[in-house]
């Protein structure tokens, strides 16, 4: 495997980043589907305030974001030492560097599925209705697969941001070797040391081939279902 | 089976208070674009919540705002054909055709006559069915529409001017489909309509909205007999003619009719001959003349007697014409009831322009006489 002339810690770090990104994307993927939905076609009181809260990662600094997370998620946060006392622990562990991703992507995946839910005909799913199909029903076998390039495309979208997320996650679960060093973190602790260059260049074009395969994969899904709905 | 309806809401500037029932048959919903009729047919599909109401379908109550009744949607088991086809895009012909039945309680068998082969039989659509919707027609989306909705073995069809968006190809196309199903599928149907030719080939029964409110409502025949379809309706007035297919002339291309009033020549239609047709003469495409007319382009000339002349209003006369028994309307300007000085008894001549003939309105005949509109 070393055609490519990476060191183990390199390895670590690429198995790391993609572990972390897959676990923050799907973890995210229902309750994204979900606040997407709620903001596509209902209307309730705070929802201006939940469409807000969705988006601030997406305008704060992400020093800024990962500092509220270690104050609510770390060991003696508001939510870290309720969570700790069940044994799950989020500071400085991989985990806390998902959910680090999982917030930061969050906004775009929202974005992306609520765009795509707004856009599925009401009156197709009205219709269905009169068939015989009870809201859930409806939502599973008409709104789901006629917004799924969307929620799809939420879903790469959010994959790429947690592969490149850095300053929320280095802010809340630091930068450590094997735990908490993603791809990103790996780089800019090659670009700190003298002779780290080499390294640094390797993973930047790791990081470069792995984001552009994301968006190769998300735009051939999304090609192939167009043309299940189109004129086939 | 009953309908009993009664629903009144608010939206804004717009007021609905509509009461009616329907028997058996076909149900006719009539009025112009923004009487309220599609808001009925939402109301009756649990589509729209009104402010008030009451909606009995064959002794099941659907809706009672007094009562705090309101059956959902997908279980009202009422069939609805929008104005679009509104097929599931992701699904083929016969997955949207099923879609229906996935949702059915064990134990409901299908309408006798209306199990999946005879719906895409009567429909004409066996060869769509791998087809996607996006790769169908206006009309053969409808047809795909009608059938999922029978399929999916309603105890009420509504039908929300099923044809609005189709060319009158499709239409004579369809309406003979809608005609087989009113006669023979046994399901009630409320049929919304601003077409007189659609509802005098179709309504058994027939209820007029007007600007949210009922304006007139009964047996078809007999309200389009006394002209009650609201005075909007005074503009597109016209006769209805019941007449024979007496023959077709190749040549011509075109097919004799024989009547009470006299015969018509109208372009072809494919009808055998003996088959009994119902004509709709639009007013004001109904000329008439003291004299027999001769070197005229228009073919149809009828004679008769003035019965009586009745204006409309703006300058506009109805001249009612007995032709043979059968009564004609015609559209005339008062400045030509004077100068031909027209009055009741007056032997006249109608010519009627054979482009007057509307094919939508030309159905099966049901016994009736010439209708006065």
């Known amino acids: 495997m070393d055609g490519l002339g990476?060191?183990?810690?390199?390895?670590?770090?690429?198995?790391?980043?993609?572990?972390?990104?897959?676990?923050?994307?799907?973890?995210?993927?229902?309750?994204?589907?979900?606040?997407?939905w709620l903001l596509a076609?209902?209307?309730?009181?705070?929802?201006?305030?939940?469409?807000?809260?969705?988006?601030?990662?997406?305008?704060l600094p992400p020093v800024v974001t990962g500092y509220l997370l270690l104050l609510a998620f770390g060991r003696r946060g508001t939510f870290g030492a309720a969570l700790a006392e069940i044994g799950i622990v989020l500071s400085f562990r991989w985990t806390g560097a998902a959910l680090a991703c999982a917030v930061m992507g969050f906004p775009l995946m929202v974005r992306a599925m609520r765009l795509s839910l707004e856009a599925v005909d009401r009156r197709v799913e009205q219709a269905a209705a009169t068939l015989g199909a009870s809201p859930w029903s409806v939502f599973l076998t008409v709104t789901l697969p006629l917004a799924l390039p969307g929620v799809l495309a939420g879903a790469v979208l959010a994959f790429a941001k947690a592969m490149g997320e850095f300053g929320a996650t280095i802010t809340f679960v630091s930068n450590i070797p094997g735990?908490?060093?993603?791809?990103?973190?790996?780089?800019?602790?090659?670009?700190?040391?003298?002779?780290?260059?080499?390294?640094?260049?390797?993973?930047?074009?790791?990081s470069v081939a792995l984001s552009m395969a994301a968006l190769l994969a998300s735009e051939l899904l999304a090609r192939r279902l167009a043309r299940r709905l189109g004129a086939g | 089976m009953s309908l009993d309806l009664a629903v009144s809401l608010t939206r804004g500037a717009f007021r609905l208070d509509v009461a009616f029932a329907a028997s058996p048959g076909l149900t006719a919903l009539?009025?112009?674009?923004?009487?309220?009729?599609?808001?009925?047919?939402?109301?009756?599909?649990?589509?729209?919540?009104?402010?008030?109401?009451?909606?009995?379908?064959?002794?099941?109550?659907?809706?009672?705002?007094?009562?705090?009744?309101?059956?959902?949607?997908?279980?009202?088991?009422?069939?609805?054909?929008?104005?679009?086809?509104r097929l599931l895009p992701h699904l083929c012909v016969r997955q949207n055709l099923d879609y229906g039945r996935r949702f059915f309680?064990?134990?409901?068998?299908?309408?006798?006559?209306?199990?999946?082969?005879?719906?895409?039989?009567?429909?004409g659509i066996g060869h769509l069915l791998a087809r996607r919707p996006a790769g169908l027609s206006g009309g053969e989306g409808q047809r795909v529409a009608i059938g999922r909705a029978l399929l999916s073995r309603p105890r009420l069809l509504l039908m929300d001017e099923p044809l609005a968006a189709l060319d009158a190809a499709r239409k004579a196309e369809i309406l003979p489909l809608?005609?087989?199903?009113?006669?023979?599928?046994?399901?009630?149907?409320?049929?919304?309509?601003?077409?007189?030719?659609?509802?005098?080939?179709?309504?058994d029964t027939l209820v007029v909205l007007e600007a949210g409110r009922v304006a007139a409502a009964g047996p078809a025949e007999a309200l389009l007999r006394r002209g009650e379809l609201g005075?909007?309706?005074?503009?597109?007035?016209?006769?209805?003619?019941?007449?024979?297919?007496?023959?077709?002339?190749?040549?011509?291309?075109?097919?004799?009719?024989?009547?009470?009033?006299?015969?018509?020549?109208?372009?072809?239609?494919?009808?055998?001959?003996?088959?009994?047709?119902?004509?709709l003469v639009p007013a004001r495409d109904v000329l008439v003349a003291t004299q027999a007319p001769v070197g005229l382009s228009a073919r149809n000339v009828l004679a008769g007697t003035v019965r009586d002349l009745t204006p409309l209003g703006e300058g506009a006369v109805r001249v009612t014409l007995e032709c043979g028994g059968a009564a004609l309307a015609a559209r005339l300007t008062q400045a030509s009831v004077r100068d031909l000085a027209l009055a009741p008894g007056q032997p006249v001549f109608a010519v009627v322009k054979s482009v007057a003939f509307d094919p939508q309105g030309i159905g099966t005949g049901r016994g009736l006489g010439a209708v006065e509109i």
């Open chain 1, 6 to 36: 990476l060191t183990p810690d390199e390895w670590t770090a690429i198995a790391l980043s993609l572990r972390v990104a897959a676990v923050a994307t799907l973890a995210s993927l229902w309750p994204g589907l979900a606040i997407a």
């Open chain 2, 178 to 203: 809608i005609e087989g199903l009113r006669d023979g599928a046994g399901i009630p149907i409320v049929y919304v309509s601003h077409a007189v030719s659609e509802v005098a080939r179709l309504a």
């Open chain 2, 231 to 279: 005075p909007d309706h005074a503009a597109q007035g016209g006769s209805l003619l019941d007449m024979v297919v007496a023959g077709h002339d190749p040549a011509s291309g075109l097919t004799h009719l024989t009547g009470i009033a006299g015969a018509l020549s109208v372009p072809r239609l494919d009808r055998a001959v003996g088959t009994p047709v119902r004509l």
């Open chain 1, 179 to 206: 735990e908490t060093q993603t791809l990103p973190s790996a780089i800019y602790t090659l670009t700190q040391v003298p002779g780290g260059e080499a390294g640094a260049l390797r993973l930047t074009l790791i």
């Open chain 2, 30 to 85: 009539f009025g112009p674009s923004g009487s309220g009729k599609t808001t009925v047919i939402d109301c009756l599909a649990g589509l729209v919540r009104p402010d008030r109401g009451r909606i009995v379908v064959a002794g099941e109550t659907l809706l009672d705002t007094h009562r705090r009744i309101d059956v959902p949607t997908h279980r009202r088991r009422i069939g609805v054909v929008f104005q679009e086809p």
């Open chain 2, 105 to 123: 309680p064990r134990g409901r068998d299908a309408i006798p006559g209306l199990a999946f082969d005879d719906v895409i039989g009567l429909l």
């Open chain 1, 41 to 59: 076609r209902k209307r309730f009181p705070g929802r201006g305030l939940l469409d807000g809260l969705v988006h601030l990662p997406l305008i």
